[in-house]
């Protein structure tokens, strides 16, 4: 190309001129002696003029007078503004799309009022019968059975009512098939909480409307039903729960639900210990507890703020104590302060952040003692950077509404009172048992544990009328009776072979049969029968090759002692919820061929699915602007921001719906590029 080459001319200076100088004279009547002294002259120039060689540039770029480089350097810049300009528009007309897809989607919500139509409902749902042990009415039917043909046909399916809107229901509900159950949840609440993150929510880390899902908005997926009323009892040889709500003039009203199938996940409640003036402190279990913190909260720092508070009355209302060294009462006292500490300085009175206290009163000797001693230290360690003051072997005796009486032991063992001015308390020390609960368990003789509803491994409640009635969640807990399951089985087997059970010899052989039959009906037994040959060898101690009745009696009590109870963590709950809706699920499928076959008796439930099997995922921790992780078995650790990342992203994940993940992920972006919204309501 013209444009690419380089042409080399050689020249001699001032040629031109004598050249043309030559040929005037030359085309003169001059004589020759005049063109001969022109010619000699110039042959002197020729010798004595210097020899230039120039570079010239294509003739395209010489006649724009632009040098080489400068060409190729605009050239880039050039392509670079095309570029920008490429996909800023891109991005201009990507953006207006999406908005303009915005605005029609939300003018397509906006629909009229559609002509009327008939709907049909049953007579019964509007005139329920009365019966029951009070003759209240029964609700049979309800008022949206008939308005369509699957309504219709689902409303004759073995009636499923679930007691709660809780983890271990909700879990449930999102697993069970549709179309296989006619279900009724029944909860004073008609949301689902996210409980884990509810700390968050009480220093507007995260609005309240972020940790909540409507519970019709999961009901529509299996068609089922929600009544808002609390269930006070249960009859068990009707089949009926008995429900209190408040009727259209404000009483209450009760009456009762019918089921084939109870699943009891009402939760707990708060355990008071005995201690005097809870009425002072507050309580982190529901969504309106976390609203009633927040309000007292910055309360507080207002009435502190005022120019007429005392310094002694400042010092009181800026002093918050938590008492229970839970992971609750642990994020909360972390929340509390990062709030007060990156939020407080900016809109209100410096002074206020130095007169500021935050105090743990724990009875144990470590905060989440039921974490990795490792990583209580480290988190008692960053507590204590953050400046929470945490006293540990302290309980509470009394709370007053302006102070907290406690005792700590003293220096030679003797137990000392003591007291601390405190605006603030939370009270977070353990579960007791719901209302509802102890009732259910004073009807059953076989309910012996006091903090909560005894169920087997199959989750049915102890006592209860077999498959008829489950318990799952904190309101539960699965009952360790290795010992006296299985010698009721040796003993039953040894009558039915017309032997005494005192004289039955186990050998290795049957020893391995007893420890599978152990295994499949308490799996989580399971990690402690993994050297049956050891355990066979240990309690031989005639070592004569067999076990007598008493000796396997006392190998199987060793290995109850070493069964504990199950966390009453969300994951259990969910867990359980999963584990009854395939269940439900399988005897759904099933119920066909029992009914064909006439079979409406016996382990239905251990016929069909194995028995459930807790499986621990580990637990997780916020303790200011870090967050501690402990999978059990020694794998454990903690960390700053990143871990704290980390810890968001497990608990946004486990989200119940994307709505509330896409809150969640707002509220996060929100707080750190505006803050937490300081304000009571």
Known sequence: MLSRQVLRTTVRARAAPSQSLLRHYGKTSASPSLLQSSRTSLALIRQRTPTYTFTTAPRRLAATGVLPGHAKKRGVISRVLHKTATYLGIFVIGSGVAVAALFAYDYSTYTDVGSEVDIPVSELALHPRRGGPKNLPIIDHF??????????????????????????NVAL???LHADEYHVTVISPSNYFLFTPMLPSATVGTLE??????????????VRGHFLKGSAEDVDFSEKLVEVSALGTDGSEQRFYVPYDKLVVGVGSVTNPHGVKGLENCHFLKDISDARLIRNQVISNLERASLPTTSDSERRRLLSFVVSGGGPTGVEFAAELYDMLNE??????????????????????????????????KYAETRLAHDSVDVLINSRVKEVQPDKIIFTQPGENGEIVTKELPMGFCLWSTGVAPNPLCQRIAQKLTSQNNKHALETDSHLRIVSAPLGDVYAIGDCSTVQNNVSDNIVTFMRTAAWDKGRDPKTVQVSFEDWKAVAKRVKERFPQAASHLRRLDRLFQQYDKDESGTLSFDELHELLKQIDSKLTSLPATAQRANQQGIYLAKKFNKMAHASHGLAVNSVDFGDLDEAVYKAFEYRHMGSLAYVGNAAIFDFGGGLSFGGGLLAVYLWRSVYFAQSVSLRTRAL??????KRALFGRDLMNF
């Open 664 to 669: 969640l992920a707002m509220d996060w972006t």
């Open 173 to 175: 509900l999102k697993n």
């Open 143 to 168: 008022v949206d059975d008939d308005e369509s043909e699957e309504a219709r046909a689902q409303k004759h399916k073995p009636k499923l009512v679930l007691l709660g809107t809780g983890w271990g």
């Open 343 to 376: 939020d407080l300085t900016r809109y209100y009175p410096k002074i206020l952040r130095n007169e500021i206290s935050v105090h743990v009163i724990q009875s144990r000797s470590h905060i989440l003692n039921t974490y990795d001693e490792a990583l209580s």
């Open 208 to 221: 309240l409307r972020s940790l909540v899902e409507p519970i019709r908005r999961i009901l529509p997926r």
